[in-house]
């Protein structure tokens, strides 16, 4: 009896060892299993909120090709066949050389200007091991006035042709249907129009994305000028637009009113001439289509 009770508690603290040893395992393993990072992805359907640029990027070696149209004021009536009669037309290539880097270049009929950019990811929204709230993009653009000078007899520098852009584009996707995003804006212009004025513009850019279903959603996008005020000069109007997202298959569509019939920054941002409360508004729309490179 005395030999099987001290049989009986050498097993019990056996097993209690082994027990032990296991439970040690246990949370040794599960200290050295990382917690899985989830990454937001479709913030946007398009790498444009409408007329601006919005966080999304082109993936590794995908290739988007964009044509973009913006009609006359609605206001011109049957006779200019509510805008149609006339026509500002953006051809454009954007190329995701990473997941997070993105160039693109394209030319606008307005002005005859071309333009060029580099997208770059610096924060990509997460939940997970990684928690960010937001993705954060920045993007650095030019672009390039070639209409002939009016007076070509004067002198006339190339550097007064060009426009920089700067820009930080900070989004969230608040769940599947909402995303909204900021954009702080930077416009250097060689040359501008009064000697007074300055050649840096600042502007805020406001733009949000709202699913209706599986394929569309509904898109808003406002651009705020912060002015200097300054004694005789008048500046333009505000850029806002509404509109629509329509995605088919390779294809994604954008309807929109808008009061900007240009596609580029200082086209849409500085150079806004119509008002939605004289109804000068436009029709228009962009055509994107995606070719992916990469190897299957």
């Given amino acids: ?30 200290s050295l299993v990382d917690e899985p990072t989830t990454y937001s992805s479709a913030t946007f359907k398009s790498t444009r ?24 004021p609605l206001s011109g009536g049957a006779y200019q066949l509510w805008g149609l009669d006339q026509s500002n037309v953006f051809f ?30 610096i924060l990509q929204q997460s939940k997970g091991k990684k928690n960010m709230p937001v993705t954060m993009s920045a993007y650095i653009g030019t672009d390039i006035f070639t209409l002939q000078w009016p007076d070509p007899t004067q002198t006339n520098y190339f550097s ?13 996707k608040f769940n599947e249907s909402f995303s909204f995003q900021i954009s702080p804006t930077v416009i250097h212009e060689n040359m501008v129009q009064y000697a007074i004025q300055s050649n840096d ?13 599986k394929r569309v959603s509904f898109n808003a996008e406002y651009f705020y000028q912060i002015h200097t005020n300054l004694p005789g000069i008048t500046y333009n ?4 637009s509404v509109g629509f997202d329509i995605e088919t298959g390779g294809h994604v569509f954008q309807l929109m009113f808008t009061n900007s019939q240009n596609m580029f920054e200082r086209g849409f941002i500085n150079e806004t001439t119509g008002t939605w409360q004289n109804k000068n508004i436009s029709f228009g729309f962009n055509i994107s289509r995606v070719f992916s490179f990469t190897k299957k």
Wanted: hydrophobic residues 40%; proline residues 1%.
């Fill in 1 to 30: 009896m005395k030999y099987g009770l001290l049989t009986f508690i050498a097993l019990c603290l056996m097993m209690s060892k082994i027990s032990f040893a296991q439970d040690a395992d246990s949370l040794l393993l599960n």
């Fill in 49 to 72: 909120v409408i007329n601006g640029q919005s966080v999304q990027n082109m993936k590794a070696n995908q290739l988007d090709f964009r044509i973009e149209h913006r009609f006359g």
């Fill in 92 to 121: 454009g290539l954007d190329y995701g050389i990473t997941d997070r880097i993105e160039v693109g270049v394209g030319r606008s009929t307005y002005e005859k200007t071309y333009n060029g950019f580099t997208k770059i990811i």
């Fill in 160 to 172: 007064s042709r060009v426009t920089y852009i700067y820009q930080l584009l900070v989004a969230r």
């Fill in 201 to 213: 513009h600042f502007s805020v850019g406001l733009g949000g994305r709202y699913k209706l279903s």
């Fill in 237 to 240: 109007p505000n850029s806002l």
